[in-house]
């Protein structure tokens, strides 16, 4: 059995079959960028006002000016100012030639084509944004693995980027084991449980901007997993089972991927929930053997799966999803293996919840992420930091 940190190092060091594609930006959102991005444009491209007011050329001593016409938004007017005249401008107008300061209209008296102020409320080169300060045709604007945010998209938009040359999303398949398993809506019979891991793992696709997702359900049945991994390895990237990674009768994930020629990176962990954890790669595919608990699952997305599907994503900081937090109470750790622990955050500090059994999910209902305390560590004193790994 390898510890947690080894298991991560392992992962990390994959060279992923990573592809780039070119998107238009209103379906950029969420995913990162796999260029850098330039400019197009000066921003602003023109001299423009910042405020709804008069423009006009700044001398000293200045308190009042004569009105000579009117410039709006969009407006491609040429007008060219004289000293001692002003124009009436609006936000966004662009500035007319020879003037270089704006005033505010609520600073101002108007007096039929006049306008009247005090010599302190101007300045030069007041509330006008020259062309080229945001940024200049050609300029770097953002980075190769940048996030596409709402904020970034604007950006974009601002500077005449159309598209942007990103990483491909993995596509992935769901392959959910168990005779037991029955999906929401279905009547429970003796024995039988409910579907919790499918759509937990749908959920925390979604998180990562991964929408269409193949999920299968196979029987503990040999063939039906062998051939359902075939299958989902034909059309995925990565396949994620949950179920049948241990070591009963009715398991076989270990029989499947070697049937399939896998090739096992890994299998078993220093760590609980989620000891049982196998992967394997063919041909830059990936196949994740969850185990099956719902909190192993949990566990384990989150610690080994997310950061791999987000370094594919292009993030270049997915396996240090971490910060470190206090720990409100002291935790006395029984067993020699990496734990990762419910727990919710709390006035800046982490709480361990009640009920950390795997099969448990009350405290996954509660939890704002988890904790993590190494496999070397005894005993956590109450305000000791520690790495927590928010949802
Ligand atoms: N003799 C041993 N037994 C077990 C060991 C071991 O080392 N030796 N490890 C235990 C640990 S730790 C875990 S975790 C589980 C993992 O088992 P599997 O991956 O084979 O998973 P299953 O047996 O199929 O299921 C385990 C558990 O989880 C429930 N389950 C499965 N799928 C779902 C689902 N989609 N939604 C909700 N719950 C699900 C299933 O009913 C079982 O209760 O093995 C231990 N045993
Ligand atoms: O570690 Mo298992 O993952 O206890 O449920």
């Known amino acids: 059995m390898i510890g947690v940190a080894e298991a991560k190092r392992i992962l990390g060091q994959l060279n992923l079959p990573r592809r780039k594609i070119k998107i238009p930006i209103s379906q950029a959102l969420g995913y990162f960028l796999a260029e850098p991005v330039f400019s197009k444009i000066n921003v602003p491209s023109f001299d423009n006002s910042a405020m709804d007011g008069y423009a006009f050329f700044w001398q000293e001593n200045l308190n009042s000016l004569r009105i000579k016409g009117e410039i709006s938004a969009g407006s491609t007017m040429n007008l060219e100012l004289k000293n001692g005249e002003a124009v009436r401008i609006f936000t966004g107008a662009p500035m007319p030639k020879g003037a270089d300061s704006v005033i505010m209209q609520e600073k101002v008296e108007r007096k039929g084509d006049e306008i009247f102020f005090d010599s302190s409320e101007v300045e030069k080169g007041k509330h006008v944004r020259y062309q080229g300060s945001q940024c200049r045709a050609g300029d770097r604007i953002a980075e190769e693995g940048s996030k596409i945010t709402p904020g970034m998209v604007s950006l974009l938009a601002s500077v005449g980027v159309e598209h942007v040359e990103v990483w491909e999303f993995p596509g992935i398949s769901l392959i959910i084991t ?195 305390i190494p496999e070397e560590i005894e005993f956590v004193q109450a305000g000791e930091k520690v790495k927590f790994f928010p949802w």
């Not at 024995?191 to 269409?212: F, K, M, T, V």
């Not at 595919?285 to 384990?300: A, D, I, R, T």
């Not at 990496?338 to 009920?355: N, P, S």
Request: glycine share 10%.
């Open 178 to 372: 168990g005779n037991e398993i029955k999906d929401l809506g279905e009547e429970l019979n003796p024995g039988q449980i409910y579907n919790a891991n499918g759509p937990a793992l749908e959920s925390w696709l979604r998180q990562l901007g991964i929408w269409q997702v193949n999920q299968i359900k196979v029987r503990d049945e040999k063939e039906a997993v062998i051939q359902g991994l075939k299958e989902a390895m034909e059309s995925s990237d990565l396949v994620i089972f949950t179920g049948g990674i241990s070591v009963g009768d009715y398991d076989f994930v270990k029989e499947a991927v070697e049937a399939n020629q896998v090739q096992e990176l890994f299998y078993k962990l220093k760590q609980r929930p989620g000891k049982p954890l196998y992967v394997g790669q063919k041909a830059g595919k990936l196949v994740f053997g969850l185990p099956g608990n719902p909190g192993s699952v949990l566990s384990c997305f989150m610690q080994y799966v997310k950061p791999l599907i987000r370094t594919w994503q292009g993030e270049p900081t997915a396996w240090e999803a971490y910060i470190k937090v206090p720990l409100a109470d002291d935790f006395e750790k029984k067993i020699p293996l990496t734990q990762f622990l419910k727990a919710e955050m709390k006035e800046e500090k982490a709480y361990i919840l009640q009920g950390q059994e795997s099969f448990n999910l009350i405290a996954f209902g509660l939890a704002d992420g988890f904790v993590e």
